[in-house]
T-cell receptor, first 113, second 115 residues
């Protein structure tokens, strides 16, 4: 079945540091890949996505590249801010007729001023 | 993008009772999903709810415990029945929008505490 393995946290960084959260997946076919973010006290929202191999999703300074050869979708940001403190979830959907999302465990990121 | 309203936002319930969670969407959607997020854990899909048919449950979840209704294309309910403290979780409603790219939208969630 489909599964997502995500780097465990928590991760604590200083402002302007580089952030990487590793995510690898197992899936049959050609899944779509997502990063969702949950800010403190808020609901889950889509951060970025990629629907085919070598696609790069980007939003709010975050980037992730769909690497089929390594089955990975690592999230990166070059310079984090305090406002990036949140829980980040990697997820996949098998696509086509199966749009259910499989989530990773989530990584709590805390950015200190 | 779809706007999802979920009620209640939180509740504290006695064990053995049931709670019904409502999910209202501002547009017609084919597929609605119910997820559970247990404390400190990731989201787990409970079931997929399509209008006009019975919900499809994931392994480990059964209709008697989590009955779902889907009376139309903008509304769904999830009931957590005969609750125990292990049911304390955040329950989230989600919908898919099929535009150029598929995207899932989530409600704010219902934080349930069973005492």
């Amino acid at each position: 079945g489909n599964s997502v393995t995500q780097m465990e946290g928590p991760v604590t960084l200083s402002e302007e540091a580089f952030l990487t959260i590793n995510c690898t997946y197992t899936a049959t076919g050609y899944p779509s890949l997502f990063w969702y973010v949950q800010y403190p006290g808020e609901g889950l929202q889509l951060l970025l996505k990629a629907t085919k191999a070598d696609d790069k999703g980007s939003n709010k300074g975050f980037e992730a590249t769909y690497r089929k050869e390594t089955t990975s979708f690592h999230l990166e940001k070059g310079s984090v801010q305090v406002s990036d403190s949140a829980v980040y979830f990697c997820a996949l959907s098998a696509g086509l007729s199966d749009y259910k999302l499989s989530f990773g465990a989530g990584t709590t990121v805390t950015v200190r001023a | 993008s779809a706007v999802i309203s979920q009620k209640p936002s939180r509740d504290i319930c006695q064990r053995g009772t049931s709670l019904t969670i409502q999910c209202q969407v501002d547009s017609q959607v084919t597929m609605m999903f119910w997820y559970r997020q247990q404390p400190g854990q990731s989201l787990t899909l409970i079931a997929t709810a399509n209008q006009g048919s019975e919900a499809t449950y994931e392994s480990g979840f059964v209709i008697d415990k989590f009955p779902i209704s889907r009376p139309n294309l903008t509304f769904s309910t999830l009931t957590v029945s005969n609750m125990s403290p292990e049911d304390s979780s955040i329950y989230l409603c989600s919908v898919e929008e099929y535009n150029r790219d598929t995207e899932a939208f989530f409600g704010q969630g219902t934080r349930l505490t069973v005492v």
